[in-house]
């Protein structure tokens, strides 16, 4: 079974910045959108940035302008850079690929396990 790993959560202060980076444990055949969310304490999990399998992209209005979201379609791998962060950001980011494997007849949601963010002084 393939799971999404993701990697680069941590503490940073307020105005600090991370990237976070996520790629499937396995092979697959195709991987269209990829994109990643967040959760907070006490609140329903949201969107945060898109990318589709051509690099059109859509972000949450509260972190245009400071997160930028991309991928690198040779290693499946989508990453998040996180600039100028405020304490608001503080949550568990999930990633998520819309991805078909080789024996699936379609593609499906994964999900990654959650790498927390924490924005503190």
């Known amino acids: 079974q393939v799971q999404l790993v993701e990697s680069g959560g941590g503490l940073v202060q307020p105005g600090g910045s991370l990237r976070l980076s996520c790629a499937p444990s396995g092979s697959t055949y195709r991987i269209n959108t990829m994109g990643w969310y967040r959760q907070a304490p006490g609140k329903q999990r949201e969107l945060v940035a898109t990318i589709t399998s051509g690099g059109t992209t859509n972000y949450a209005d509260s972190v245009r302008g400071r997160f930028t979201i991309s991928r690198d379609n040779a290693k499946n791998t989508v990453y998040l850079q996180m600039n100028s962060l405020k304490p608001e950001d503080t949550a568990v980011y999930y990633c998520?690929?819309?991805?078909?494997?080789?024996?699936?007849?379609?593609?499906?949601?994964?999900w990654g396990q959650g790498t927390q963010v924490t924005v503190s002084s």
């Open positions: 998520n690929a819309d991805l078909q494997l080789y024996w699936a007849t379609r593609p499906r949601d994964y």
